[in-house]
């Protein structure tokens, strides 16, 4: 499996590491590790939007791109000022990441 690198980060934190992986779930155990995150509960969602990451989008996803890891119950609708430029480019809306799914924007 090819592996690509990631700029991840926790929610609230200027702090970003790169990880690389070959899978989602592989970046969410990496991710865990690094960040001292339980693995129960925890899933990974774009900075820029908050779109959560399914094994299909992440597979889709360009080197390099910046992803919030936020543990169980914990939210994030992106940064105020990015443009949506990775979902934009595809031709997605953006999403909420809440409560392990995500949610279109209305």
């Known amino acids: 499996i090819l592996q690509k690198g990631f700029r991840l980060r926790r929610a609230g934190s200027a ?8 899978s989602l779930r ?9 960040l001292q995150v339980p693995l129960a509960g925890s899933r990974l969602c774009l900075y820029e939007d908050g779109t959560e990451l399914s094994e299909g989008f992440f597979r889709t996803l360009p080197p390099q791109t910046e992803l919030v890891l936020l543990g169980a119950g914990e939210i994030w609708q992106g940064c105020e000022w990015a443009g949506g430029g990775a979902r934009r480019a595809l031709g997605l809306r953006p999403g909420c990441c809440h409560q392990g799914r995500a949610e279109a924007a209305l």
Do not use: E, S, T
């Open 15 to 22: 702090q970003k590491f790169g990880v690389a992986a070959g």
């Open 26 to 34: 592989g970046l969410l155990r990496k991710g865990c590790r690094l």
